[in-house]
């Protein structure tokens, strides 16, 4: 619950990135048990480090049997 809204649910870890195959931390909103409604289910989001607390990655749409497609980047910024 972020803001006193529900979010989806995610599973992060680090894994070969489904653009380059080099380590990334992956966060897959597809596992069953989080219940989450498609489309969510077929985002993957991939962060690197770039930086002093900034990470960019790219924002994946995962489909059954073809070949994930890139939808937009995004970057976080860590702050004090």
Do not use: K, M
């Not at 653009?19 to 992956?26: C, H, K, M, R, W």
């Not at 480090?49 to 049997?65: E, N």
């Amino acid at each position: 619950v972020i803001f006193g809204r529900q979010v989806f649910r995610f599973h992060a870890e680090v894994t070969a990135s489904l653009l380059d195959g080099e380590p990334a931390l992956v966060l897959s909103h597809a596992e069953p048990a989080y219940h989450n409604p498609w489309p969510v289910r077929a985002i993957v989001e991939e962060l690197r480090a770039v930086g002093a607390g900034i990470a960019i990655g790219p924002l994946l749409l995962r489909g059954v049997g073809v070949t994930p497609r890139l939808l937009c980047w995004f970057g976080l910024e860590a702050r004090e």
